[in-house]
């Protein structure tokens, strides 16, 4: 062969290969040296295939560009190749779209991004100086007006004047921190405090309007939540920063003053990035500032006098809208001293005469001799304090006790004799009225002469222990009464009840539960009002809770002892006239049951506010026990009213008889006179 045509041949062969190449690789692949197909990786190009600011996504075959963030497609397209004439350039988001940053701030646009600050007099809900629109960041307005502005100056002193320009001032710093300006407001206050006498009610409505409305800004400055104090304050913060708002409860306290709220109250239906609410307690706001003790009631004119018992606090949240509250908010506050005094919950009404202590929407939930628990429906402009009164005994409600408590000792005492002398009525159920009578007696003699005797502790808390003592021991005869009703209607035979198991009852029981109660808390007994059970640690159930089982024991039994009377009453041979005398007998005791249940839970309610009402039936019915024992027992029964009749009867005659022998006697007298007359006449 020729040269010529073997160059010819190599070169068809060298076509016909790259000729099978092709075809057997697709598009966007390569062949390996064993002859496999791969795909082949076009981002893998030292030089940038998408051009500058542009993003190379490899693809089976293929490959895309796409812009950076920040960046755009000069022919608006999503996706582009080399050579397509594309490029990537810089977005000014701030011209795209100006409403990026939402209101009241201000867009900077950058190379691929941007950034959006707060206008001047803003500051962000995230604290941040710098976010961006999709943070869900807004800008609130920092009103440092608020703190001072020159209408204000002819109604506050020039030493607060001095103070809140100063605050005002740290507000205008750009870049002070709500930790900054919270220690500039302590520091403040605390020179002011300690310098100034708080004299005029006008000067303490500026002092809580200035503190307001300095915690509503420090609450917009803060980072986080603050705890701070001096000699003269101590503040508690807690700040909720999140683009969603905050739910749940909410609990701040110092030493003297617990608030429990819900972040939703904090917050209000106008949520604006964050939440924040604070409290104030001044330490050194007391008695000693007359103005500080101005009260005032709308709802009705008091000549009551009160005093601070509790420390004085501020609280403040960043809603605006706190006049009407969903939920109260509930502050316990504990007292100054103890006392036994009522408690009043009051906030400070600055349109009350330049400013008085109100309890409009505010009610005292819980209290006692250590602490007052308050429920407020409002928060705004808001200062809580309790003050403490001396509850002025009422007249009429003395005067009625000692009327009927003296009824009742004269009325006790002839049932006494009458259950002891008269020996025809003696029996199981006589001696138990005997006793219930005894111990009322006696109760109701040692609550006349010592229930007020409070100036010896001692003899005060020996008084209240006997007074324990003899109450419950009227409420175990009661129901040992229940019991002898029960068994005279069940039992056909043996319905006494032994005298030994009745003193048992009737006098050990009491003297078990007093003697518990007193050693578990001695100091329970007398209060620095009244030698009677305190309040205190809920000591007052030591009384309470057996009454009321008592009550419930014997209301079971008076149910049963009905219920078989009835079915005796219904039997073939019924014993009327004994089934008419238990009858009698069961209805005088439930009457007798009622009137001291009813009593005593009149008697339970009168230790709450506002209850005068059940002072007064309280008292009437304690103060005619003995009237209403002496009608049910003596004068309603047939049998007592004629020993009564055969007595007076017998005091009737004797009076009778003396009078018949005094008159025989003078007649004797009269007619030896005449005769002796006659015979010295004669003479």
Not at 39 to 63: L, P, Q, R
Not at 340 to 358: E, H, P, Q, R, Y
Not at 401 to 430: A, K, N
């Amino acid at each position: 062969m020729s040269p010529v045509y073997l160059l010819f041949l190599g070169l068809l062969l060298a076509v016909l290969s790259n000729a099978t190449t092709n075809t057997t690789c697709g598009e966007g692949q390569i062949r390996l040296e064993n002859g496999t197909c791969v795909d082949e990786d076009e981002c893998k190009e030292e030089i940038e295939v998408c051009g500058n600011n542009a993003v190379c996504t490899n693809t089976i075959g293929g490959y895309y560009c796409q812009c950076k963030t920040g960046y755009q497609n000069n022919k608006r397209k999503l996706n582009f190749t080399a050579g397509d004439g594309s490029e990537c350039r810089d977005i000014n988001e701030c011209t795209e779209n100006k409403t990026i940053c939402g209101p009241n701030a201000e867009c900077n646009n950058t190379v691929g991004s941007y950034f959006c600050v707060c206008a001047e007099g803003f500051v962000a809900s995230n604290k941040q100086e710098r976010f961006n629109g999709s943070q869900n960041v807004t800008c609130n307005e920092l009103e440092c007006d608020r703190l001072y502005n020159e209408s204000q100056s002819v109604q506050i002193p020039e030493k607060l004047k001095d103070m809140l320009i100063e605050l005002k001032s740290s507000c205008l710093q750009k870049g002070v921190s709500g930790e900054e300006m919270l220690q500039i407001l302590l520091g403040a206050f605390e020179d002011y405090l300690s310098n100034m006498s708080l004299m005029d009610t006008k000067i303490i409505t500026a002092l809580f309007n200035s503190v307001e409305n300095a915690l509503l800004l420090i609450g917009q400055l803060a980072n986080s939540s603050i705890s701070q104090s001096n000699l003269q304050n101590r503040v508690e913060l807690l700040i909720h920063r999140s683009p969603n708002a905050p739910h749940g409860g909410l609990s701040m306290s110092t030493d003297s003053v617990q608030l429990n709220s819900h972040w939703e109250t904090a917050a209000g239906n106008s949520y604006k990035g964050y939440a924040a609410a604070s409290m104030i307690t001044y330490e050194s706001l007391d008695n000693n500032n007359s103005a500080i003790n101005s009260y005032s009631r709308r709802k009705s004119i008091s000549t009551d006098q009160f005093r601070l018992n509790s420390k004085v606090v501020t609280i403040t949240v960043t809603n605006r809208d706190t006049a009407h509250l969903k939920k109260s908010v509930k502050l316990t506050f504990s007292h100054l001293q103890e006392t036994s005094m009522k408690s009043v919950c009051v906030f400070w009404d600055s349109t009350l005469k330049g400013g008085a202590w109100s309890n409009e929407g505010c009610t005292v939930h819980q209290s006692n001799t250590k602490s007052t628990v308050c429920l407020c429906s409002h928060l705004s402009s808001f200062a809580v304090l309790m003050a403490l009164y001396e509850m002025e005994d009422v007249f009429e409600l003395k005067l009625i006790t000692w009327i009927g408590l003296s009824l009742s000792l004269i009325c006790f005492l002839i049932c006494i004799l009458t259950f002891w002398l008269i020996r025809s009525i003696q029996s199981t159920r006589t001696t138990i009225h005997l006793h219930l009578c005894i111990s009322f007696f006696i109760a109701d003699f040692i609550f006349l002469v010592g229930i007020n005797q409070t100036t010896n502790k001692v003899g005060c808390g020996v008084v209240a222990g006997l007074l324990h003592f003899f109450f419950l021991s009227v409420f175990c005869w009661m129901c040992l009464e229940g019991v002898q009703l029960f068994r005279m209607v069940v039992l056909v035979f043996n319905t006494t009840l032994s005298r030994g198991y009745m003193m048992a009852a009737g006098y050990g029981i009491p003297a078990l539960i007093v003697i518990i109660s007193a050693s578990v808390n001695y100091r329970g007994y007398g209060t620095p009002r009244y030698c009677w059970l305190s309040l205190e640690n809920d000591f007052m159930w030591s009384f309470f809770g057996p009454v009321c089982t008592i009550i419930v024991v014997n209301a079971i039994f008076f149910i049963i002892t009905v219920m078989k009377l009835a079915q005796k009453f219904n039997s073939l041979n019924p014993d009327l006239s004994n089934l008419r005398k238990i009858k009698t007998f069961t209805i005088t005791a439930i009457a007798q049951l009622c009137v001291l249940g009813i009593m005593w839970i009149f008697g339970c309610f009168q230790f709450n506010e506002e209850m005068l009402v059940m002072s007064y039936l309280f008292t009437i019915l304690n103060s005619f026990q003995g009237v209403l024992m002496f009608i049910m027992h003596c004068l309603f029964s047939k049998q007592v009213r004629d020993e009564y009749i055969r007595f007076l009867t017998c005091l009737t005659m004797q009076k009778s008889s003396y009078s018949e022998f005094s008159t025989n006697q003078s007649s004797k007298s009269q007619v030896s006179k005449s005769i002796q007359n006659t015979g010295e006449a004669r003479i």
